[in-house]
């Protein structure tokens, strides 16, 4: 069985983008348009995988995560950031938000792919 993965941007292009990168590696795509959509999700699906940008309407990344987090499903969950923000500051709450890893848009699809395969192991 494929694994389960939810992408969170409230990018439409880069949520396509995305989704389109990961069903070519034959994982099953959930997408949200925020986090607030993608927390409402997880709280009724498991996902194995989740992809979040940071600056998005009603839920930022930071409390996304953060929120997931506290759900006991969730806690050891792969949570990887892809966002604008690159500064060492932004990696840093990151990581103390629960964060697995951090990328930097624009992003290369095959990293992307390395990246989720690397953490679904």
């Not at 990168?21 to 995988?49: N, P």
């Not at 998005?56 to 930071?62: E, F, V």
């Amino acid at each position: 069985m494929s694994k389960h993965i939810l992408i969170v941007d409230d990018s439409v292009s880069v949520r396509q983008m995305v989704e389109m990168t990961l069903k070519s590696a034959r994982y099953l795509v959930t997408a949200a348009k925020d986090g607030q959509e993608a927390f409402d999700s997880c709280k009724t699906k498991q996902f194995d995988f989740v992809l979040t940008d940071q600056n998005m309407p009603r839920m930022d990344g930071l409390t996304l995560i953060k929120s997931l987090r506290s759900l006991p499903s969730y806690q050891k969950t792969p949570i990887v950031v892809l966002t604008t923000e690159a500064s060492d500051a932004m990696k840093a709450q990151g990581r103390a938000a629960g964060a697995t890893g951090w990328m930097v848009k624009p992003f290369d699809p095959n990293q992307l792919l390395k990246i989720v395969a690397t953490v679904l192991k």
